[in-house]
């Protein structure tokens, strides 16, 4: 999880330390203190800005845009709901030949998705400790797969290396990762992308080394706005720059069975030539899976520490103000993300850690469990997580929704083929 200070906020938006305090005092930008520090959550400033720039208040701007008429390039969509039925986690023989790559993998919910889409891993980095032993718990050791996975900071020169080795004589595919944007900065009316700290360089190093067919990468809606588009602008010019035609557009993981509004920016880009594809939606508003649909069977479920399923013991007080929060509105008026009620014939509001304050039940007096999380982000029920309640419930905020990764990988498979049909 990337966490800013309020003096590198300030660096990347050009306000005062002293606007960006008044920011948090009103309750406009979430942050937390430690050691007498504001520490603020990357996606919660980029979430903060956008909001500040445009003078809207609500939870997010993204909500009722056109994002393909706000794309600087055509955007092409291509239909996968054929495909939809292929499950390539429940069923390993349903391979489809290619292979991937996923940098800053997380728990692995990207990583899952794409399995699921008949997808093979044959390497990934990730850095937090318990992030990785849920990946390897669930990829090595219930599904077989063989890929060499470690806790590793993919800036150091010997984990690049060491993920070359062992790659080494595969075909790479594709790869995937969503980075982390602490290092863009403006100079002027340049953008600069500070080495110290930024983890975008070292994935474009590695796909410029490795030389992929296809690359996707994911972020927050906000960063399409950051610095007034010039982060986009950069990303885009510098895989132009070693060969890739790229494009980008927002998805939102709902339109692919995903019980949850969850709005992601995509960059795909490939280096053979080919249109790049989304996925068209395959389902419409009304159609969407409500959070009834998805978690409604677990609410008298027993509780079940291997199953993640262990609900927080609230205080009779809190647990009458839990009861009394209406849907779709937050326990405390000043943060409007943090333990808010999902709808329940709804889907659900964004899933996310927010240092402890997760969503709360639209029917219980608690918040949700981490497998109730983990069902809103389109986990399937064996995938476990590893490490305690607090890290367990930190995984799944962070994760991409698996049923998002299948749809992005689905759709590019249908470019590889396409590709082949060509070639034939």
Known sequence: MEILTVEEISEKTGKSVKTIRRQIAEGSLRATKINNRYRINAEDFYEWYERYTNGINSESIFDNVDYIN???KIVNYIDISKMWKRD??????????????DLFSGAGGLSCGLVMAGWTPIGSVEIMEQAVSTYKYNFIDRKGFNEN?????IREIDVKRHLYDSVWGKSVDLIVGGFPCQGFSMAGNRIITDKRNTLYLDMLEIVDHLRPKIVVMENVPGLRSMLGGKVEEKIINDFEDIGYK??????????????QI??????????????????????????????EEAIGDLINHKEDA?????????SKETQEKLLNVKEGESLYKNYSDSWKKCPWDRPSCTIKENHGGVNIHPKLP??????????????????VFQGTKKWQLTQIGNAVPCYLGKAIGLSVEKMLKSEEKTIT
Not at 149 to 153: L, Y
Not at 246 to 259: F, G, R
Request: proline share 6%; net charge positive; hydrophobic share 35%.
């Open 70 to 72: 706000q794309d600087s």
């Open 88 to 101: 390539g986690w429940k069923n390993t023989k349903q391979r489809n030949g290619y292979n991937f790559i």
């Open 149 to 153: 996975v470690e806790t590793q900071d």
């Open 246 to 259: 790229i494009n980008v557009t927002v998805l939102n993981a709902a339109d692919y069975y995903t019980p």
């Open 262 to 291: 969850r709005k992601r920016v995509i960059f795909i880009a490939n280096r053979i030539g080919l249109d790049n594809y989304y996925p068209k939606p395959i389902l419409r508003p009304d159609k969407y899976i409500t959070t």
């Open 306 to 314: 291997l199953f993640n399923h262990v609900p927080t013991t609230h």
């Open 366 to 383: 608690r918040v949700l469990t981490a497998r109730e999380m983990a069902r809103l982000q389109s986990f399937p029920d064996d995938f």
